[in-house]
């Protein structure tokens, strides 16, 4: 069935169109300028819950009107009205309760430390050689082990929009240690640090809390290279505009591809090409140069940079 509401707004939008033979309807693409209406929209949604579109002329083409609208140069309420009037994301994306999850009871907080405990100070210096300052201690309420499963190793906890732990990550101070990272057994399906995120704001996509801390202002770490579906969900639905993806060079696919999908709901979509560095290693500084000079992704350039693989 047709979304009428979907037609009236995209009439408001791109002036009102002309049913082709097929049951869809055609407008001037915003892409091309096309002086003939040759960009055909259905407004009758897939099995998917999509709306395609495609231009005959220049090939532009989607899977959202909320996408088309952004192109079309929309304003964010008339975006936000599309994405409420398209199929509910809550069906695309099936929300995964978290595992309850403590920190080792090993854990001992930095935050305040006796200066003769000898294992704090190795933690202490460890950290500080990785960029972290004290406020960063503080802010992610970071500890240490010295005994049990994550001994002599620094913990970096996470939280929830509510401030409940959800996940932690723990990393060896030592200088040559066996296991250099140990995390628990427990799903990564959560949204590490929300309680940070402005979610009105454009957000950046790194790989570890390390990244995360260095890049300073709303970082949300993956635990990886995927973008897990309680986040993907979250980040759909919010009204954040642009997403920044900083992804390591060897995770390009899955950059890539976590691109076509956020450019398919609508979003603006920037991928950082961090070249041989990640962000704790950049530094604050670089790597806010280096997003200030990073243009919006377009459909052509994804399709570019996935012929060249």
């Given at each position: 069935m047709i979304n009428q509401l979907l037609v009236t707004l995209v009439n408001s939008v791109l002036g009102t169109g002309k049913q082709t033979a097929r049951g869809n309807?055609?407008?001037?693409?915003?892409?091309?300028?096309?002086?003939?209406?040759?960009?055909?929209?259905?407004?009758?949604?897939?099995?998917?819950?999509?709306?395609?579109?495609?231009c005959w002329v220049c090939g532009k083409k989607g899977k959202s009107i909320s996408l088309l609208l952004r192109i079309a140069g929309a304003t964010q309420d008339q975006i936000n009205e599309a994405k409420s009037l398209s199929k509910n994301v809550d069906d695309n994306y099936v929300v995964k309760v978290a595992d309850t999850i403590t920190l080792p009871d090993e854990f001992i907080s930095l935050n305040n430390v006796d200066n003769s405990d000898i294992m704090a100070r190795h933690a202490l210096a460890y950290l500080k050689n990785r960029h972290v300052s004290k406020h960063d201690i503080l802010k992610y309420n970071m500890g240490y082990c010295k005994s049990g499963l994550y001994k002599n190793m620094v913990v970096i906890p996470t939280y929830d929009a509510d401030v409940k732990l959800n996940y932690f990550t723990a990393r060896s101070f030592e200088k040559d240690p066996y296991v250099k990272y140990r995390n628990p057994s427990a799903s990564r399906d959560v949204i590490p640090n929300e309680h940070l995120i402005n979610w009105n704001i454009p957000i950046i996509l790194c790989e570890g809390p390390f990244d995360a801390i260095a890049i300073k202002r709303n970082a949300i770490p993956l635990l990886g290279k995927n973008i897990q579906t309680n986040l993907m969900k979250k980040i759909v639905t919010s009204l954040v505009d642009k997403i920044y993806i900083a992804l390591d060079r060897d995770a390009i696919k899955q950059a890539l591809r976590f691109c076509e999908k956020l450019l398919a709901e609508g979003k603006e979509v920037y991928l950082v090409d961090l070249q041989d560095k990640d962000p704790s290693e950049m530094g604050f500084e670089n790597f806010t140069r280096l997003i200030q000079k990073t243009v919006p992704l377009t459909y052509y350039d994804l399709m570019e940079q996935k012929l060249s693989l």
């Open positions: 309807m055609a407008y001037n693409c915003p892409s091309c300028n096309h002086h003939k209406p040759k960009l055909e929209v259905n407004f009758t949604e897939n099995k998917q819950g999509h709306n395609p579109w495609h």
